[in-house]
């Protein structure tokens, strides 16, 4: 049963056409990936879902259990039970990193914060009162992010390069936090264009120049994408109109 869908997605910037005519489901409960070159359009597939400024102008829908999410707010779409994992996570100078798990989370309790901090690997006597600041690095901020979501408990969660600029212990730490989310029941959706992230999925979707190019097991899109589209030196742009 498809909990998200994307139907007949376009989106055009600054005179240039990101995503074209893209429509996508996404089944309940499972793990997907979304994988295609840098400039694929895949941060901006993640972006519209999210309804993120700059993106929600675009022709066509994304559907949250078949109801349109068109007008609503990021916090909105959020409360609804969307969640989105930022590439780069951020920064918040002042914000302890209690205060920033316990922000979106039912249960707000110092035992719920220190046990998904020690889920995604952080002695909670470490991090508990340390500030979401640049004296953190970006694969624990990274994991700081990963207990937050876990608090949530979201229904459905997008997850843009996770193993962007992390080392292999915070990798493995993340591929963790999948099983448990999914454990969970919620969906996830992998925004990646590795094929170790790829390979965490359960079904895969291969998109090139803001265009569904194919979608099917993860062993079959992996295939192609590593012989077909890593060495293809074609420039993604949908105006365009070429495809890996």
Known sequence: MSILEVRNLTLRLNGKRLLDNMSIDFWEGHIHAVIGRNGAGKSTLASAIMGLHGYTNHEGDVLLDGQSLKGMTVDERARRGLSLAWQEPARF???????????????????????????VGLEPDRYLYRNVDNTLSGGERKRIELASILAMNPRVVLMDEPDSGIDIEALDRIFDTLRRLKTAGTTVILITHSLAVLEQAEHAFLICCGRLLDKGSVERIGRYFRDKCIPCDHVNHPDLGESA
Do not use: C, H
Request: aromatic letters at 4%; glycine letters at 12%.
């Open 93 to 119: 100078e002042g914000l302890s990193v209690r205060t920033f798990i316990a922000a979106g989370a039912e249960d707000k309790t110092v035992d719920r914060v220190q046990g998904v901090l020690a889920a």
